[in-house]
């Protein structure tokens, strides 16, 4: 009779209202034969868990749960021993108590199921629950105070829900919490600092949960913490600083994703040694990244991309993936700054792709191959498109797979197009290349081929991503199966994307939303079946649009050259002096192009052609620091103090980076005002960096002259300064045309700092990141010894000299050009004239031609 009850009660009560409540009336009247009941075996379910268990079987209508059985016994409906991974559906009890006579309720899974409605509160009154698991579920509503009584329970997983409002206070009590999971959801609120009482947390996922930021502080607290996942935060709150984790060392993943965090990275950061997993891209992090990164060696995955770093090195330095890290510029037509792309041999006006899968014709167009298998941090170039997968597909145990071919037969009249698919956990982004500007049409093929429509728990699955074109939010919470009402079916989205750049980007990402665990762990993320772009104009004929060849530009010396997609370059030629070694040359070349920085002078990309090499630099508008000091009078311009100190720091930087931080260790040893090239903004860019080290067997920092100094090859400024100095009149170093127009800290410090590093003792000459330091004020300029007392120079010599230095300049430019010849490499410039990127001394006729 009670089964029967039973049965009438799981009918869905927004349909049979007014039946229900009469049943649950007769329900209660009967409750007193429940509670008599399951004295099975040995050991007893106390009435109130048996109760509790009967209340929350009422409110969530589960029929599977027989209470003429025993709960504790593991049959009828009670567990599911050979459940499918991410359905498990269990009641388990620990039946020791008491000396084997009373069981307890230790745990609820109800995993991959369709309930609805809220959690019942009377889970809160199983106080001896250890595990409860709800995932990928549809409850919804605020969750019930009352589970804030149970005071043993270790384990509280809520993702993929859509419960709604805030974690109640009462979770404050929850102190033997070892793993929270609540992403998925919508709640509203910051996240609760009441997190930080929970001093047992070893795992906390709060992706997608609706939640905003900031993540609060006090979690410093939780030291046991192993694995902590934040990301996709919501709300408009200010961007907070990187939390102080210092002292959750026991870290191994950490992945703080799209928080608006702003700032520095700590250094602690780069010291978690257990940490093998660390996401921090899609934030705001700016400065340097620190030098202790560098040295985790145990992480198999770093993820840095897209952020706002000072330092935009390659888009991969070892494990480190640093795609767009740095600032991600403007959105219309942006390039990623990391990617060396080579001049655009023409201009592209559409592409096809067929994303996870083989080359196929459709409709009289080709897509293209994309079965790279693709990896956490890859990325992948083919003719006019390039390919960047990131992230690793979490608590899966199968390897990631980055692409994906139908489990099961597709619907009718889909095309072949739809049985692969490229997948990727976090984002996944197309780019077109060299494509000629207009408005294009971008129409992404999807068909969901994962999930199935069967009575399993695949068929459960949600899949939600974000699409953005041109870095726009075109679609948020993207459901392939919704849009194409099933699985296995196709729909194809269409986009316009404006095209001025040269590049266009189409990024998927994933925000946290949907399952993580259906029809396995790790099933989540973009899917995108085929891309083709399209354009909304008349191309322009073909043979109109050849473009510059390698071979044009054999010739052009030192010349600034357009490419197609509207990137002003720089050439510079270098003659062979053998031709051995080219090919190690070459790959020289590709390791020095991946040495970036905001003080190094981008090298693009080279060519051979015979015995030439051509080497493709970015252009810099205001040429070199040489012609702005000291070139022809109409090329020279008017650097005030505050200009030149902060060429000064740059390039100190730009050296820092080559000596200290870089992959390659590099000591330039040919710094001079040629080499130093100034943008737009007068921000100075080091030169021909790297090149001298072609004839270096070893790489070390070994350099007994005085050498990679700014007044290296200059002993006489240096006794003048020397001199100077001890006269307490150092200010009379300064170049007259700045007037009293300087602030005399910064010039005392600047002339001190240069007179540490001229030291010819390399261990009195400081590090470039200490010169960094004393040039920005952050440290003392220790005071310089003179080493050469015993030649004091006369006083009436000082006027000569200050007439010498105000003409010396010019020599130093002669002087070095000549020294800048001197490269023994397998490469020199290609005459003793012109071997700077921009020379200073070369006639009036190459100037005028030059623009
Ligand atoms: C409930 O469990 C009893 C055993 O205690 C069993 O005889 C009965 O068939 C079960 N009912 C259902 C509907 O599974
Ligand atoms: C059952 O509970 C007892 C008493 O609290 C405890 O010692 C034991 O470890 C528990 N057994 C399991 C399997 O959790
Ligand atoms: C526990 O049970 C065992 C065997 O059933 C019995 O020998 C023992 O006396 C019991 N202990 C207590 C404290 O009741
Ligand atoms: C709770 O879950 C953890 C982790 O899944 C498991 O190791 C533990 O045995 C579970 N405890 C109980 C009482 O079910
Ligand atoms: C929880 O248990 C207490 C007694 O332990 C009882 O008074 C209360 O009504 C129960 N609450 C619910 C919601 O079942
Ligand atoms: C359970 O929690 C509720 C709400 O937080 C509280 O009012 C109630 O007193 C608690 N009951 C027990 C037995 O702790
Ligand atoms: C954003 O701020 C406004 C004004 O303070 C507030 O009304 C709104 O609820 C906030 N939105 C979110 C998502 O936090
Ligand atoms: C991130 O912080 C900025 C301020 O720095 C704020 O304008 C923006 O709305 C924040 N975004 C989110 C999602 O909180
Ligand atoms: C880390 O722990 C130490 C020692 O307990 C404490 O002094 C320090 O304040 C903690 N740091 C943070 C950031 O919580
Ligand atoms: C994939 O889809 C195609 C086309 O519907 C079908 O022929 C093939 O059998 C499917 N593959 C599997 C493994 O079901
Ligand atoms: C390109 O698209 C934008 C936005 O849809 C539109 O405003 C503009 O007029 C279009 N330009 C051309 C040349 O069609
Ligand atoms: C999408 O764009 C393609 C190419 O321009 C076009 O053939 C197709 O009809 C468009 N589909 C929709 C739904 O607009």
């Not at 993702?159 to 929270?180: V, Y």
């Not at 560098?294 to 390659?314: M, P, T, V, W």
């Not at 870095?471 to 986009?495: D, H, P, R, T, Y």
């Not at 007037?739 to 007179?755: K, P, S």
């Amino acid at each position: 009779m009670i089964v029967d009850l039973a049965c009438c009660i799981t009918f869905k009560v927004d349909k049979l209202t007014i039946i229900m409540s009469f049943w649950r009336l007769l329900f209660a009247s009967l409750i007193a034969f429940g509670l008599a009941a399951y004295a099975f075996g040995a050991a007893v379910l106390p009435a109130d868990e048996v109760k509790a268990l009967r209340d929350i079987a009422k409110t969530l209508g589960k029929t599977d749960w027989n209470f003429s059985a025993d709960p504790c016994g593991g049959q009828w409906g009670w567990a599911n021993p050979n459940a499918e991974e991410g359905s498990e559906n269990a009641v388990s009890c620990n039946c020791t108590f008491s000396n084997a006579t009373i069981c307890h309720v230790t745990s609820i899974s109800i995993i991959g199921n369709r309930f609805t409605g809220p959690i019942p509160k009377e889970i809160g009154n199983i106080s001896t629950l250890v595990n409860f698991t709800v995932e990928f579920n549809q409850f919804s509503g605020v969750l019930p105070p009352e589970l804030g009584n149970l005071s043993r329970l270790e384990k509280l997983h809520l993702t993929s829900n859509k419960f709604t409002g805030q974690l109640p206070a009462a979770f404050e009590k929850l102190t033997a919490l070892k793993d929270f999971r609540i992403g998925d959801n919508q709640f509203t609120g910051e996240i609760p600092n009441l997190i930080q009482k929970w001093t047992n947390l070893q795992k906390l996922v709060i992706q997608g949960s609706g939640l905003s930021g900031p993540i609060p502080p006090g979690i410093a607290v939780l030291e046991k913490m192993t694995d902590l996942r934040i990301s996709d935060l919501q709300g408009n709150g200010t961007g907070v600083p990187f939390p102080p984790l210092a002292n959750m060392t026991k870290l191994k993943t950490l992945i703080l994703r799209s928080c608006n965090i702003t700032g520095r990275i700590p250094d602690f950061v780069g010291e978690l040694s257990s940490l093998t997993t660390l996401d921090l891209s899609f934030n705001k992090l700016n400065g340097e990244i620190p030098a202790s990164f560098f040295g985790i060696r145990k992480a198999d995955y770093i993820d840095l991309s897209y952020n706002n770093f000072r330092n935009e090195s390659s888009c991969q330095q070892r494990n480190i993936n640093l795609f767009g890290s740095a600032s991600m510029g403007n959105v219309s037509g942006r390039t990623v700054p990391c990617l060396r792309i080579l001049p655009c041999q023409k201009k592209f006006y559409s592409f096809h792709i067929n994303c996870g899968g083989k080359a196929a014709t459709i409709e009289g167009n080709l897509y293209e191959d994309d079965t790279d298998p693709a990896g956490p941090s890859r990325f992948y170039q083919r003719s006019n498109w390039a390919v960047s997968t990131t992230g690793h597909f979490m608590d899966d145990s199968r390897p990631d797979s980055y692409t994906w071919t139908n489990a099961t037969k597709l619907s009718a009249n889909t095309s072949s197009l739809y049985m692969d698919a490229r997948l990727s956990p976090t984002s996944l982004t197309y780019y077109g290349f060299c494509m000629g500007s207009g408005n294009y049409t971008v129409s992404l093929h999807f068909a969901e081929i994962m999930f199935t429509n069967d009575n399993t728990s695949s068929s459960l699955g949600r899949r939600l991503f974000d699409i953005y074109i041109q870095g726009k939010l075109v679609q948020k919470n993207f459901s392939i199966q919704n849009e194409a009402s099933g699985v296995g079916k196709a729909i194809i989205k269409n986009f316009t994307a404006i095209v001025t750049g040269g590049a266009l980007e189409i990024r998927f990402y994933w925000a946290g939303k949907g399952t993580t665990g259906l029809p396995v762990r790790g099933v989540y993320g973009p899917l995108i079946s085929a891309i083709s772009v399209t354009p909304d104009f008349k191309p322009p004929s073909e043979n109109s649009s050849t473009g510059i060849s390698a071979g044009t530009v054999v010739g052009i010396v030192a010349a600034a050259g357009l490419l197609l997609d509207g990137t002003i370059i720089a050439v510079k030629q270098l003659s062979s002096k053998s031709k051995q070694g080219n090919r190690e040359f070459v790959n020289e070349i590709g390791m020095i192009s991946a040495l970036q920085h905001p003080h190094l002078v981008k090298l693009y990309g080279c060519c051979i052609e015979g015995d030439q090499l051509l080497l493709v630099y970015e252009y810099m508008e205001n040429n070199s620091l040489a012609r702005a000091l000291f070139g022809p009078e109409e090329y020279r311009l008017n650097l005030n103090w505050a200009t030149r100190q902060k060429i000064c720091v740059g390039i100190a930087r730009g050296l820092a980076y080559l000596h200290e931080e870089s992959r390659l260790k590099i000591v330039h040893r040919d710094i001079k005002a040629t080499n130093v090239l100034l943008d737009e903004n007068l921000d100075p860019k080091i030169s021909d960096f790297g090149l001298a080290r072609l004839d270096e067997e070893d790489n070390t920092h070994i350099s007994t002259r005085v050498a990679g100094t700014l007044f290296g090859q200059q002993p006489k400024i240096i006794n003048i300064a020397l001199f100077l100095k001890e006269e307490g009149a150092l200010l009379e170093l300064v170049d007259p045309s700045l007037g009293q127009d300087y602030n005399e800290e910064e010039v005392i410090t600047m002339i001190n700092v240069a007179l540490l590093c001229s030291n010819v003792s390399a261990a009195v000459r400081p590090t470039m990141s200490a010169v960094v330091s004393m040039l920005e004020g952050k440290a003392g300029v220790q005071d310089f010894e003179i080493p050469d007392k015993s030649k004091p120079m006369d006083e009436h010599k000082i006027e000569e000299m200050r007439k010498h230095f105000q003409v010396i300049n010019r020599q130093e430019i002669s002087e070095t050009q000549t020294q800048s010849m001197s490269m023994d490499g397998p490469w020199t410039a290609a005459s003793t004239s012109d071997g700077d990127l921009y020379p200073i001394s070369l006639n009036s006729d190459y100037w005028k031609g030059r623009d």
